[in-house]
């Protein structure tokens, strides 16, 4: 049986991934760091990445 809640959930995190892409600058800090590592057959992000958010003053 499914969670009922699911598509609830799915929409929330689409809402919260489309404001913060609307409504930031997101850059990296050190743009040749290695930014993912490959186990077997997956692209596994680094861990110690850091990113930067931005508010943008203009909308």
Not at 9 to 14: E, F, G, N, P, T
Not at 36 to 49: A, D, K, T, Y
């Amino acid at each position: 049986m499914a969670c009922p809640g699911r598509v609830y959930a799915a929409a929330i995190m689409k809402l919260l991934v489309a404001q913060v892409i609307t409504q930031y600058d997101i850059e990296l800090l050190d743009k040749h760091q290695k930014r993912w590592w490959i186990w077997r057959s997956s692209m596994l992000p680094v861990e110690n990445i850091v990113v930067a958010f931005k508010h943008r003053t203009n909308l």
